[in-house]
C-alpha cells in the first residue's frame, strides 16, 4: 500500500493540473465573455480579408466589430444621389459570418464628409439629406447591425455644442432628430452618442445635458459611447468610474467605442481626438522609432491591468470595449496629431504578436481562475 499512494497521488495531481490548465482561457474574448464583448475597429482591408495572419488574429479575439473608416458619410453617401455599400455590405457579412456583434459607426459626424455634404447651408435641404442618409443605412441593415453611433462628437470641450454644418443649418433639434430617424428606421436597435474625452467632467456634463434634451424631445438613446483614447498617466480610475456611475444612473448602457493607449508625448499636452490637427515632428517627439523600451512596455501593461479591472468592477453597466485597431501597425496613433510617428498603443505588436500588455488583460482573468482551481474556493 505504501507504494500505491504516491502513484495514486502522482496521477491525481497530474490530473488536477491539466484540468487547471485546460480551463485557462486563451483569448480575449473567451476570457470575457461573460462580462462585456471585446470588440476592435476594422480596416478595409481586414474587411475582405486580405491578410490571413491578420484574420486569424481577429476571428480569434475579438468578438464585436466596428468599421474603421468605411461606414462614414464621405465613403458611404459620396454624392447626393449614389450610396456606395460594397465595403459595408461586405463588413456585415463578415460579423455575420463569425458570429460577432455588429456595431455600426456613424451616422451624423462633422468630419469625414463627402464635399457636397459640407456645402448645405438651408435648412429644409439639410432635414431631407439627414432623413434620407439616417433612413436608407440604417433600414437596409435592421434586424443585422446590433447597435449605432448616431451622432458623434457634438460637444466642445467644455460641454457646449460644437459649431457644424448640421447645428449651423438646423440648431440643436438637429440631434434630436437624427435620433427619431433612426429608431424609427429600426426601433429594435441600440442607439449611442459617442464623443472622445466624455470621461471629463465638464464634456462629461455637456453629454448628460444633450442626451436629456433628446430623450425629453422624443428621441431613442440607448447608450453613451466613451472612445477613451487615452494615455499612460490620464484620465483618472476615479473620472473614468464617475463617467461609468454617471451615464448609467440615466439608464444608459456604457460603451468603451475606440480604446487605445497612447506611450508618446503631445505637442503641447494635447488631449482628445480632434483629427483636424497636425503637427510637424521632432526627434523627441518620436522617442521610440525601433522599439518600446521594457519599462514603457511594463507602464503600458500596468495602466491596461488598472482600466480592465475597474470595467470588471463594473461589468454589470459595461456592454462593449472595443480596441481601436487590431495591432499597433495598423493605429491611426502613429499619423496622428505628427505623421510618421511609431506608437505602441494596442495589445499586439506591429508583428500581430501579443504583449506584456495583452498578459496583464489575460491574467486578470486567468488569476481568478487559477485562485479558485488551486484553493477549491472562491
Not at 464585436?64 to 459595408?88: C, G, R, W
Amino acid at each position: 500500500m505504501k507504494l500505491i499512494k504516491p502513484c495514486l497521488l502522482a496521477i491525481t495531481t497530474l490530473l488536477f493540473v491539466n484540468c487547471t490548465a485546460q480551463k485557462k482561457v486563451s483569448s480575449l474574448k473567451d476570457a470575457y465573455k461573460k462580462d462585456f464583448y471585446i470588440g476592435t475597429a476594422l480596416s478595409a482591408s481586414q474587411i475582405e480579408e486580405k491578410n490571413a495572419k491578420e484574420d486569424a488574429l481577429i476571428r480569434k479575439e475579438y468578438n464585436a466589430i466596428t468599421a474603421e473608416n468605411i461606414m462614414k458619410s464621405m465613403f458611404v453617401h459620396p454624392q447626393k444621389d449614389k450610396y456606395d455599400f460594397a465595403l459595408s455590405d461586405k463588413f456585415v457579412a463578415y460579423g455575420e459570418k463569425n458570429k460577432m456583434f455588429i456595431h455600426g459607426h456613424t451616422l451624423i459626424w462633422h468630419s469625414q464628409l463627402a464635399p457636397w455634404m459640407e456645402k448645405i447651408k438651408d435648412s429644409t435641404e439639410m432635414k431631407a439629406f439627414m432623413k434620407d442618409h439616417i433612413t436608407t443605412i440604417v433600414s437596409k441593415y435592421k434586424g443585422r447591425i446590433g447597435s449605432w453611433d448616431v451622432v458623434n462628437e457634438a460637444l466642445n470641450e467644455d460641454g457646449t455644442l460644437r459649431k457644424s454644418v448640421f447645428l449651423n443649418t438646423l440648431g440643436e433639434q438637429y440631434l434630436t432628430d437624427a435620433f427619431k430617424l433612426a429608431a424609427a428606421a429600426d426601433p429594435k436597435v441600440d442607439l449611442y452618442y459617442n464623443d472622445y474625452n466624455n470621461e471629463a467632467a465638464a464634456k462629461r456634463e455637456g453629454t448628460i445635458n444633450l442626451i436629456k434634451k433628446v430623450r425629453a424631445g422624443g428621441g431613442k438613446v440607448d447608450g453613451v459611447g466613451i472612445q477613451a483614447h487615452w494615455r499612460l498617466e490620464s484620465p483618472s480610475l476615479q473620472e473614468i468610474e464617475e463617467s461609468i456611475l454617471a451615464y448609467s444612473a440615466l439608464g444608459l448602457k456604457v460603451a468603451f467605442t475606440e480604446l487605445d493607449i497612447t506611450v508618446l508625448p503631445n505637442p503641447w499636452d494635447l488631449k482628445g481626438a480632434d483629427v483636424n490637427q497636425n503637427f510637424e515632428g521632432s526627434a523627441k517627439m518620436n522617442p521610440y522609432p525601433e522599439k518600446l523600451p521594457d519599462d514603457v512596455q511594463d507602464k503600458l501593461a500596468q495602466r491596461y491591468a488598472d482600466i480592465f479591472k475597474l470595467f470588471l468592477k463594473h461589468k454589470d453597466k459595461i456592454s462593449r470595449v472595443t480596441f481601436w485597431g487590431v495591432y499597433d501597425g495598423q493605429s491611426w496613433l502613429n499619423d496622428w496629431p505628427i505623421k510618421g510617428r511609431t506608437n505602441y498603443p494596442l495589445l499586439f505588436d506591429a508583428q500581430l504578436q501579443p504583449k506584456k500588455a495583452y498578459d496583464s488583460v489575460m491574467q486578470l482573468k486567468n488569476e481568478k481562475k487559477g485562485s479558485i482551481d488551486k484553493g477549491f474556493k472562491d
